[in-house]
């Protein structure tokens, strides 16, 4: 058995439609799938078959605040119509548009006018995040990679980094638990925080009923590994493991390939919680 608990299709910023992800994750020997798109379960959602020999859980990645930075937090495992579930997604709608109106602006301010429009078309009809932005100043020659728009302008404490909208960490624990599912700190190394400040995060996601964090994600070192291990014992949370794809290529990690939890863990696949549909 092999679990992949992170990835993304193009219903959020990733590339590849769901099915191709499946087959993907099929072909790379990913027997157990969640689909973990941003603040949306419409690209799972849109699968008319799961291919044979893949089970998908369900998933999401919501986006939130904690203590001024932004924090994800994956779900798993819960129940997909449940009004509080409902709830948040609407929430979770609603804010990704007003911030793309304030995205806009700022960019406009900064001599970077059209952004929504472009942004929109990037998007279809899916919701817009700032990769699309980010595409918007790559296409018009504004900077030379996506990863420079972010080191510019869209990124942590950059002007397109608009976090006011999102709702608090509770509040996005509350829907998945309320949802009968499993709330997850998704790639807890990546927001560079002090190990103190890290487990201040770790201590407020436990007292909003947060379960679990991911103890592997991506490619990251195994000190880091060790390290999320020793936290996930130390607050009595289950381990998840994810790649995080987005697509074939670098810089992302291919779906499926990654380190395996650490024996210490308790592997979040041992709870008992996770729906498989
Ligand atoms: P959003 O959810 O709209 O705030 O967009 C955040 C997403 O942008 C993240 O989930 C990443 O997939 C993507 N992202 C963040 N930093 C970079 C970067 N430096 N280069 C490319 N994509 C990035
Ligand atoms: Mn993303
Ligand atoms: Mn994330
Ligand atoms: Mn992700």
Redesign the pocket.
Same mark, same amino acid.
Request: proline fraction near 4%; charge should be neutral; include cysteine.
């Given at each position: 058995m092999l679990y992949d608990l992170h990835c993304h299709s193009n219903a959020s910023d990733g590339k590849l439609a769901p099915v191709d992800l499946c087959l993907r994750a099929i072909s790379n020997g990913v027997t157990h799938l969640a689909i973990t798109d *941003?603040d949306t379960l419409s690209g799972w959602q849109s699968l008319a078959e799961v291919p044979p020999g893949l089970s998908l859980i369900n998933g999401i990645?919501y986006s939130c605040v904690w203590s001024g930075m932004t924090i *994800?937090i994956v779900g798993l495992g819960f129940d997909s119509l449940h009004p509080v579930m409902q709830t948040g997604l609407s929430r979770q709608l609603e804010a990704r548009e007003q911030r793309a109106l304030i995205i806009d602006e700022r960019l406009a301010r900064l001599g970077f006018k059209g952004g929504l429009s472009a942004a929109r078309i990037y998007a279809g009809e899916n919701q817009i995040g700032r990769p699309h932005f980010a595409r918007f100043l790559l296409e018009n020659g504004h900077v030379n990679s996506m990863n420079q728009a972010f080191d510019k302008y869209l990124g942590a404490g950059k002007p397109g980094d608009v976090k006011a909208l999102w709702p608090e960490l509770h509040d996005v624990v509350s829907w998945i638990t309320g949802a009968g599912g499993l709330a997850v700190i998704?790639?807890p190394a990546?927001y560079k925080m002090t190990n103190m400040k890290l487990r201040r995060l770790i201590q407020a996601f436990r007292e909003a009923g947060g379960q679990a964090m991911e103890v592997v994600s991506g490619s990251q070192s195994r000190d880091v590994t060790s390290y999320m291990a020793q936290l996930a014992h130390d607050y009595e949370l289950f381990a998840s493991q994810g790649s995080?794809f987005h697509g074939p290529g670098s810089p992302w990690q291919e779906l499926g390939r990654f380190e395996s939890l650490p024996k210490r863990c308790r592997p979040i696949w041992e709870s008992g919680v996770l729906a498989v549909s």
């Amino acid at each position: 058995m092999l679990y992949d608990l992170h990835c993304h299709s193009n219903a959020s910023d990733g590339k590849l439609a769901p099915v191709d992800l499946c087959l993907r994750a099929i072909s790379n020997g990913v027997t157990h799938l969640a689909i973990t798109d *941003h603040d949306t379960l419409s690209g799972w959602q849109s699968l008319a078959e799961v291919p044979p020999g893949l089970s998908l859980i369900n998933g999401i990645e919501y986006s939130c605040v904690w203590s001024g930075m932004t924090i *994800h937090i994956v779900g798993l495992g819960f129940d997909s119509l449940h009004p509080v579930m409902q709830t948040g997604l609407s929430r979770q709608l609603e804010a990704r548009e007003q911030r793309a109106l304030i995205i806009d602006e700022r960019l406009a301010r900064l001599g970077f006018k059209g952004g929504l429009s472009a942004a929109r078309i990037y998007a279809g009809e899916n919701q817009i995040g700032r990769p699309h932005f980010a595409r918007f100043l790559l296409e018009n020659g504004h900077v030379n990679s996506m990863n420079q728009a972010f080191d510019k302008y869209l990124g942590a404490g950059k002007p397109g980094d608009v976090k006011a909208l999102w709702p608090e960490l509770h509040d996005v624990v509350s829907w998945i638990t309320g949802a009968g599912g499993l709330a997850v700190i998704a790639h807890p190394a990546r927001y560079k925080m002090t190990n103190m400040k890290l487990r201040r995060l770790i201590q407020a996601f436990r007292e909003a009923g947060g379960q679990a964090m991911e103890v592997v994600s991506g490619s990251q070192s195994r000190d880091v590994t060790s390290y999320m291990a020793q936290l996930a014992h130390d607050y009595e949370l289950f381990a998840s493991q994810g790649s995080d794809f987005h697509g074939p290529g670098s810089p992302w990690q291919e779906l499926g390939r990654f380190e395996s939890l650490p024996k210490r863990c308790r592997p979040i696949w041992e709870s008992g919680v996770l729906a498989v549909s």
